[in-house]
């Protein structure tokens, strides 16, 4: 196989696995397959350039050149796709405020109470409020109540 052939396996393969690659390790895994310094297929490559004749050195070195840069871009722009926030799924913003939780219910005294409240007011009395214990001078003497009374 001839070194453009090779090249343009390298690039479609490297291509193809950038764009399978899901997560920034995956990216970190290709980026060293592809374009590692030390294991690298990129230097494997760069290795054919000088068992290339002299004469097709140039052209091989552009294409070589450009095979680099268009698996480079790719791998950034996939890097940086990755990199970016998922999108809200569904429409539902999980930041806003729920709905409010109902704390309780009125005790079943209180409701009987209100309940006999309005129930009085409707036959014609007055609901008032007053002081539950009463001391001994509201109880007898306001009321003239004599002293020796039982």
């Known amino acids: 196989m001839d070194a453009l052939a090779q090249l343009a396996l390298y690039e479609s393969d490297a291509l193809r696995e950038i764009a399978a690659a899901t997560d920034a390790a995956g990216i970190e895994a290709v980026r060293i397959q592809f374009l590692g310094k030390k294991q690298g297929r990129l230097k494997d490559l760069q290795s054919l350039l000088g068992q290339v004749e002299v004469s097709e050195r140039p052209a091989l070195g552009k294409r070589f050149n450009e095979v680099k840069d268009r698996v480079t ?69 306001a009321l003239n109540i004599p002293l020796d009374h039982p």
Do not use: C, W, Y
Request: proline share 7%; aromatic share 8%.
């Open 73 to 141: 871009a790719a791998l950034e722009a996939r890097q940086a796709e990755l990199a970016q926030p998922t999108k809200v799924v569904d429409g539902l913003d999980v930041t806003l405020p729920g709905t409010p939780f109902r704390m309780g219910h009125r005790h079943p005294i209180s409701q009987t109470i209100e309940e006999f409240k309005s129930i009085m007011v409707r036959l014609g009395f007055d609901a008032v409020d007053g002081p539950e214990i009463e001391d001994e001078f509201h109880n007898f003497e």
